[in-house]
């Protein structure tokens, strides 16, 4: 495919979408649907979804088309950093987070999340930085625009336990990190996260 073809596929799907939700002409409604199906071809074409796939990410999404977030907690012990092992993505490990759930702050999902992937409880101290997926060098693309918010956090509790989710819970220090789950975090982020543990008062980082 053209480089940045997924690019254009996600601004049209979101074009789409928006207008969709604002449409009041049927002839509108009726454009807004042909443009989400060129798009959802073209995502087909470029991509490993299958058409079933990309029907129900296109009926999950209603409303105005806006980023989803991603957030991530970074804790340390001993200089050293707490990674899980991810079981979806071959054993590869990650900084515990997620998508951020309806009803919650960032830092609550951010806390929530360690909780439920490492077993250890937290609480945010700080805004690493707020970075967008498809600048930060994470493979492979993702059919939307995703924003992840990194937290500076402290243990205040529970102890390392595997879940559904993940099949290990290690700290691993900077010099000496494990395969990385390259879809959800790279070794720069990592490397960023222990700077703010070395330095809290770095400022936030953004992009």
């Known amino acids: 495919m053209v480089e940045g073809w997924l690019d254009w596929v996600k601004e049209l799907r979101a074009i789409a979408q928006t207008g969709l939700h604002y449409a009041t002409n049927p002839f509108d409604t009726e454009r807004f649907q042909a443009v989400r199906e060129v798009a ?39 200089g050293r950093i707490l990674l899980v092992q991810e079981v979806s993505d071959h054993g590869r490990w990650t900084l515990p987070g997620g998508w951020a759930d309806t009803n919650e702050t960032p830092a609550t999902a951010a806390e929530r999340e360690i909780e439920e992937e490492s077993g250890f409880q937290a ?47 290690e700290f691993f220090a900077e010099a000496d990190l494990p395969e990385l789950s390259p879809g959800r975090i790279t070794a720069g982020l990592l490397h960023t996260c222990f700077a703010h543990h070395r330095q809290p008062d770095r400022p936030s980082e953004f992009q």
């Open 40 to 78: 959802s071809q073209m995502l087909e074409r470029g991509s490993s979804l299958d058409r079933a796939a990309i029907l129900r990410l296109d009926a999950a999404e209603f409303g105005y088309a806006t980023p989803k977030v991603d957030v991530r907690g970074a804790c340390f012990r001993d």
């Open 123 to 169: 609480r945010a101290s700080k805004l690493i930085g707020a970075f967008d997926r498809d600048r930060m060098g994470c493979v492979p693309p993702f059919p939307f625009h995703v924003y992840k918010l990194v937290f500076l956090c402290d243990l205040v509790g529970g102890a390392a336990r595997a879940s559904v989710e993940t099949s290990r819970v």
